[in-house]
Nanobody, 118 residues
């Protein structure tokens, strides 16, 4: 049974920093990462990282957020700096599993709230 357990998040002032962490279990994971959903908006990708360490960031967070991964521990973290009010959202940990037929099966954490006050 795949489980993604997030930690971190909370309330921070404009320009502050936060670190999100996610511990995954139950499978061997292909890509891992973070998505977010702001109030009234669709869920969007924040950052992803492959098992080989290749990263991809949303343009809105490039240079401010850093995603890291520890393959042996099945953890993924997101260091967020220079936070802005528009970063306020529920952040979801993501991981996918490559099935025998090549299909990627996605899994999601329960979400953690990040609020940036101005």
């Amino acid at each position: 049974q795949v489980q993604l357990v997030e930690s971190g998040g909370g309330l921070v002032h404009l320009g502050g920093s936060l670190r999100l962490s996610c511990a995954a279990s139950g499978s061997i994971f292909n890509a891992m990462g973070w998505y977010r959903r702001a109030p009234g908006k669709q869920r969007e990708k924040v950052a992803t990282i492959t098992s080989g360490g290749n990263t991809n960031y949303a343009d809105s967070v490039k240079g401010r957020f850093t995603i890291t991964r520890h393959n042996a521990k099945n953890t993924v973290s997101l260091q967020m700096s220079s936070l802005k009010p528009e970063d306020t959202a529920v952040y979801y940990c993501y991981a996918d599993v490559r099935m025998w037929n090549g299909v990627l099966l996605p899994y999601w954490g329960q979400g953690t709230q990040v609020t940036v006050s101005s």
